[in-house]
C-alpha cells in the first residue's frame, strides 16, 4: 500500500469490514471530527455493512443516547450538511456505547468486549482520543482485558508527550503493548488534500526538481495562521503554545515534504526515511541564535471583520507568558539546502486564517528593466494549502500595449475550485481509511517524532534562558512587527500576497 491515497476519487478503494474502538468518545474530536468523518465515508459506501464504531468514555451511557450525541453534535458542528432522521437511523446501526474508565486496572471492560465482534480475522483499530499521559496504561488495560486482537492497530493523536523525554516515554509504553507497525500517529495535516499533492507536485513535474535546491531557491516560507483564538483550548493550549501545538508536527511535517530528497517509491517506509533526514540536518537553534532565529508572540485584544475580539490572557483567565504566534528561521545542513533558510511562522487570532507555503526563487542574475521605482519581483510559486486550495507561479510579465517596457508582476495560477469539481474529504476521512487500510505512510513514525521534538526541545530551553519578553500583537494582524524584523535583517519580506 503506498503513501498516497485515493479516497476522493470516484473509484473509491474497497476496505474489509472493520471495529473501531474510540476512547475519549464524548470529547470534543470524537464528536467533532472522528463520527463525522466516519458518516461521510458510509455515505460513500466505504463502511462495509458488518463494521462497528464503539464509543467509550467514562460517562455512563446507552447505545442509543450515545447515537443522539453524536447526531446532537453532527448538527451542531456542521450546520451546513443535511442529514434526515433516516439517513442517520442507517449509519447510527453501526454505532455502539459502552462507558468506561480505561485507565483504571478494575474497570468492567465487559459492556465494550460484549459489543465488538468475535471474528478475530476482523481488522480490530483503537482511537485514543485521549490526553498522551494516559496512552501508556489504556493500551495496558485494553491488552490485560484480552481486547487487543491479532493485528489490532492503535492510533495516537498529538501531541505525543511535550517534549522529547515525555514522547520517548509515551512511545515506550504504547510500544510495550503494539509493534510499531501497529501505531498509527496522527499528524492530520498528512491528511490533507493539498498536503499529499507535495510529493505529487514534486516528483511527478520534471520542470520542478532540477531547480528545487539551493542553487535557485533563495528561500521558503511556510505560513500557517488562524484566525480562531485559544477560546475553550485555552486550558490545555496554556500548557502547550504555538511550537508545541503547531510547529513540532503540522509545520515541521510540511518542511519535511518541501525539503526531502525524491523517495524511491511511495512506500510508508521510503517516505519516512526521506523526512527523518531532513529532521536530523536541522540546525539546531540554541541560546547562542535564539534571538535571531525565533519570535514569539501573544494576542491581545483586537477586530477580526469588524468584531472586537478578546485578548489571549483574557480567554485564559489570567495572564500568561505562553506563545500563540511563533516565526522561525530554520536551516537546514545538508547538500540540497545549505545557505537556504526555511522560515517558518504560525499563530493564533491573526488577520486571515491561511496555510501557505512560498517557494521564493533567486533573483535574476542582471537586470535589464525594472518597475518604476521599485525592485524586480522575483519568481515565487505560492503553494495554497487552505482555504481556496490552489497554487500560484508568479512571473513577470511585460504589460500588454504600448507605452514601453512596463512590467507587471502576475500569478500563473491553479485554483483548485475551478479546476476539479471533486468534494475535498476532511484530512480524517481520509486518515481513518487509512488506519484500517494499513497504509502507515499518512502517519508519523517514532523515531520521526522523537526527531522533531529534539530539535524542539533546544528551542524550548534556550526560550527559558531568554530574558525577552513575549510580544504582545494586536488581534487581527499579522503578529507581531518583530517577526517581519526577523526577515528583514535578511533582506526579505513575508510574502502576503499582492496589495490588493
Ligand atoms: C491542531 C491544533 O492540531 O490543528 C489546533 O491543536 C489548530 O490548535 C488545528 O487549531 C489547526 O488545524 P486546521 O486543520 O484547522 O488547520
Same mark, same amino acid.
Given at each position: ?306 468584531? /472586537?475580539?478578546?485578548?489571549?490572557? !483574557?480567554? =485564559?483567565?489570567?495572564? @500568561?507568558?505562553?506563545? &500563540?504566534?511563533?516565526?522561525?528561521? $530554520? ?120 526527531? /522533531?521534538?529534539?530539535?524542539?526541545? !533546544?528551542? =524550548?530551553?534556550?526560550? @527559558?534562558?531568554?530574558? &525577552?519578553?513575549?510580544?504582545?500583537? $494586536? ?26
Amino acid at each position: 500500500m503506498n503513501g498516497l491515497e485515493a479516497d476522493s476519487s470516484p473509484q473509491l478503494l474497497p476496505v474489509n469490514a472493520f471495529d473501531i474502538v474510540v476512547f475519549g468518545a464524548a470529547g470534543d474530536l470524537a464528536l467533532r471530527k472522528l463520527i463525522p468523518a466516519l458518516f461521510h465515508r458510509w455515505r460513500d459506501g466505504q463502511i462495509p455493512e458488518n463494521s462497528k464504531i464503539v464509543g467509550t468514555s467514562r460517562a455512563q451511557m446507552s447505545d442509543d443516547e450515545f447515537r443522539q450525541l453524536a447526531l446532537n453534535s453532527f448538527r451542531k458542528f456542521h450546520p451546513a450538511e443535511k442529514v434526515d432522521d433516516n439517513e442517520w437511523a442507517s449509519f447510527s446501526g453501526h454505532i455502539f456505547y459502552a462507558g468506561l474508565d480505561a485507565t483504571s486496572a478494575d474497570a468492567n471492560w465487559a459492556p465494550l468486549r460484549e459489543r465488538l465482534d468475535d471474528d478475530t480475522s476482523k481488522q480490530r483499530v483503537f482511537y485514543l482520543a485521549l490526553p498522551p499521559g494516559i496512552y501508556g496504561s489504556v493500551c495496558q488495560n485494553l491488552d490485560k482485558a484480552g481486547l487487543k486482537s491479532d493485528g489490532a492497530r492503535i492510533v495516537l493523536e498529538k501531541p505525543i508527550g511535550k517534549n522529547l523525554e515525555t514522547a520517548h516515554e509515551v512511545n515506550e509504553a504504547v510500544g510495550a503493548v503494539f509493534e510499531e507497525h501497529s501505531i498509527f500517529r496522527i499528524d492530520h495535516y498528512l491528511g490533507k488534500e493539498t498536503v499529499q499533492n507535495l510529493i505529487v507536485l514534486r516528483f511527478m513535474n520534471s520542470l520542478l526538481e532540477p531547480v528545487w535546491n539551493a542553487n535557485v531557491i533563495d528561500h521558503v516560507q511556510i505560513t500557517v495562521a488562524e484566525s480562531i483564538g485559544a477560546g475553550g483550548r485555552a486550558s490545555y493550549y496554556d500548557t502547550a503554545g504555538a511550537l508545541r501545538d503547531m510547529v513540532q508536527n503540522h509545520l515541521m511535517q510540511l518542511l519535511c515534504l518541501v525539503a526531502m530528497e525524491p523517495p524511491l517509491d511511495l512506500e510508508a517506509d521510503t517516505i519516512r526515511d526521506e523526512k527523518i533526514k531532513v529532521l536530523r540536518a536541522l540546525r539546531p537553534i540554541t541560546a547562542e541564535n535564539i534571538r535571531h532565529a525565533t519570535v514569539r508572540g501573544q494576542y491581545e485584544e483586537g477586530a477580526l471583520q469588524g468584531e /472586537a475580539v478578546p485578548s489571549y490572557a !483574557s480567554e =485564559l483567565g489570567n495572564s @500568561s507568558s505562553i506563545e &500563540t504566534f511563533v516565526a522561525l528561521k $530554520a536551516n537546514i545542513d545538508n547538500w540540497r539546502w545549505k545557505g537556504t533558510p526555511f522560515y517558518l511562522r504560525t499563530g493564533k487570532r491573526m488577520r486571515e486564517r491561511r496555510s501557505e507555503i512560498i517557494i521564493q526563487f533567486k533573483n535574476v542574475a542582471h537586470t535589464l528593466a525594472a518597475p518604476e521605482g521599485d525592485q524586480l519581483q522575483p519568481t515565487r510559486l505560492v503553494i495554497r494549502l487552505q482555504p481556496d486550495e490552489g497554487m500560484r507561479l508568479m512571473l513577470v510579465t511585460k504589460d500588454p500595449g504600448p507605452g514601453g517596457m512596463r512590467l507587471r508582476y502576475v500569478p500563473l495560477n491553479l485554483s483548485y475550485a475551478d479546476a476539479f469539481s471533486a468534494r475535498y474529504p476532511d484530512a480524517y476521512e481520509r486518515l481513518l481509511m487509512a488506519v484500517v487500510r494499513g497504509n502507515l505512510g499518512l502517519f508519523m513514525r517514532r523515531d520521526e517524532v522523537e526527531a /522533531a521534538w529534539k530539535w524542539v526541545d !533546544s528551542i =524550548l530551553d534556550a526560550w @527559558s534562558g531568554d530574558s &525577552t519578553p513575549i510580544h504582545k500583537y $494586536a488581534a487581527g494582524t499579522d503578529g507581531p512587527a518583530q517577526a517581519a524584523m526577523m526577515l528583514d535583517r535578511d533582506n526579505r519580506e513575508w510574502f502576503d500576497g499582492l496589495p490588493t
